[in-house]
């Protein structure tokens, strides 16, 4: 049997999308299971031990009569597609596959032969894709996302850490970027909220950044009193080689705070405009926090014309706060003032 599941992109969607891979295995332990990423989304999955082939797509180069032709080639039983939109369910309807599984969302339906009822505003992101599952009779026997660390990091990322990571440390990664700008708190915030983690935790603090979002970090360590490490230039697995070495990860709503959650690690997520019901870090030690109590929460907009109350408004404090129970309950490390 060979099955075929889509899911183009993002980082945190795609994470939030193992259990689906992982349960497909259990399943069928001898089919063999491929996913189509977007390129840049492909090392989080390629470590994935339930993964037998991952498709890219390369937007700068494939075309999608390409993809379709690729697609078709693989003469695949099974198709899901979790992404659903025009190109992928396209790609679906013209795979060749025998069962085409997609959601029900309007004139995309004509795709796919078994239509999943699509409850996202009900619903969290990772039951949303176990429903697709659920419709072709499948057992759910784990609703877990998972990341694998990646073998293939450089000489360079593991002197690094050798240099600058210490196993006595109370290490905290901020990580202050993330998709859309709405989305991300205040630099000030985060400068004050990390001086507050060294002066009342001697805490030593990383500060994450992926592309574009130098200048962000650089920002909040102008505005630090206190010393801060600006994590080096990585790619995707060498980020998660770096996260997997704190006690504490704190972030906006991204896929690194995504990477932290499934790998287990004591997460607080700062939300606003998204929906930490919906999509938010999932498993014993992840957390989150927002500014209750404004009709806008959760809006899911790009673009804010109030001027992005939820993330300007949440104040300093509590997300210490929040940050001093998770360091207490997870790590049983306690305040030294």
Same mark, same amino acid.
């Given at each position: 049997?060979?099955?075929?599941?889509?899911?183009l992109?993002?980082?945190g969607?795609?994470?939030?999308?193992?259990?689906?891979?992982?349960n497909?295995?259990?399943?069928?332990?001898?089919?063999?299971?491929?996913?189509?990423?977007?390129?840049?989304a492909?090392?989080?999955?390629?470590?994935?031990?339930?993964?037998? =082939?991952?498709?890219?797509?390369?937007?700068?180069i494939?075309?999608s009569f390409?993809?379709?032709?690729?697609?078709?080639?693989?003469?695949?039983?099974?198709?899901?597609?979790?992404?659903?939109?025009?190109?992928t369910a396209?790609?679906?309807?013209?795979?060749?596959?025998?069962?085409?599984?997609?959601?029900d969302?309007?004139?995309?339906s004509y795709?796919?032969?078994?239509?999943v009822?699509?409850?996202?505003?009900e619903?969290?992101?990772?039951?949303?894709? #176990?429903?697709s599952?659920?419709?072709?009779?499948?057992?759910?026997?784990?609703?877990e996302?998972?990341?694998?660390?990646?073998?293939n990091?450089?000489?360079?990322i593991?002197?690094?850490?050798?240099?600058?990571?210490?196993?006595?440390d109370?290490k905290?990664?901020?990580?202050?970027?993330?998709g859309?700008?709405?989305?991300?708190? =205040?630099?000030?915030s985060?400068?004050?909220?990390?001086?507050?983690?060294?002066?009342?935790?001697?805490?030593?603090?990383?500060l994450?950044?992926?592309?574009?979002?130098?200048?962000?970090?650089k920002?909040? *360590?102008?505005?630090?009193?206190?010393?801060?490490?600006?994590?080096?230039?990585?790619?995707?697995?060498?980020?998660?080689?770096?996260?997997?070495?704190?006690?504490?990860?704190? *972030?906006?709503?991204?896929?690194?705070m995504?990477i932290?959650?499934?790998?287990?690690?004591p997460?607080?997520?700062?939300?606003?405009?998204?929906?930490p019901?919906?999509?938010?870090?999932?498993?014993?030690?992840?957390?989150?926090?927002?500014?209750?109590?404004?009709?806008c929460?959760?809006?899911?907009?790009?673009?804010?014309?109030?001027?992005?109350?939820?993330m300007?408004? #949440?104040?300093?404090?509590?997300?210490?706060?929040?940050?001093?129970?998770?360091?207490?309950?997870e790590?049983?490390?306690?305040?030294?003032?």
């Amino acid at each position: 049997m060979k099955i075929l599941l889509i899911k183009l992109r993002a980082i945190g969607d795609i994470i939030l999308s193992t259990p689906v891979i992982e349960n497909l295995r259990l399943e069928y332990p001898q089919a063999k299971i491929d996913v189509l990423v977007e390129k840049f989304a492909m090392p989080v999955l390629e470590s994935n031990p339930f993964i037998n =082939k991952i498709l890219v797509f390369d937007k700068k180069i494939d075309s999608s009569f390409g993809l379709i032709k690729k697609v078709r080639n693989e003469k695949y039983d099974l198709v899901i597609d979790l992404f659903g939109n025009p190109r992928t369910a396209l790609i679906t309807f013209l795979s060749g596959a025998k069962k085409r599984v997609g959601f029900d969302f309007r004139f995309r339906s004509y795709a796919y032969n078994i239509l999943v009822n699509p409850k996202g505003n009900e619903i969290h992101n990772i039951e949303f894709n #176990l429903d697709s599952l659920r419709k072709i009779n499948i057992p759910i026997k784990t609703n877990e996302p998972k990341y694998y660390l990646s073998e293939n990091i450089s000489d360079e990322i593991k002197n690094w850490k050798n240099e600058n990571i210490n196993a006595n440390d109370l290490k905290i990664g901020i990580n202050a970027g993330g998709g859309w700008e709405i989305k991300q708190w =205040k630099s000030e915030s985060f400068a004050k909220l990390s001086d507050k983690l060294v002066e009342n935790y001697s805490a030593k603090i990383f500060l994450f950044w992926g592309p574009n979002e130098f200048e962000i970090v650089k920002n909040i *360590s102008d505005k630090m009193k206190n010393k801060c490490v600006l994590i080096p230039k990585t790619n995707l697995n060498e980020l998660a080689f770096i996260i997997k070495e704190m006690n504490l990860i704190i *972030s906006n709503d991204s896929g690194p705070m995504h990477i932290s959650s499934a790998l287990n690690l004591p997460t607080l997520g700062i939300y606003g405009p998204t929906n930490p019901f919906l999509q938010g870090p999932t498993g014993e030690k992840s957390y989150w926090i927002r500014k209750e109590n404004l009709d806008c929460i959760a809006c899911n907009k790009i673009k804010c014309d109030i001027g992005n109350i939820c993330m300007r408004e #949440l104040e300093v404090e509590n997300v210490y706060l929040k940050s001093k129970n998770i360091l207490e309950r997870e790590l049983n490390v306690k305040e030294n003032i």
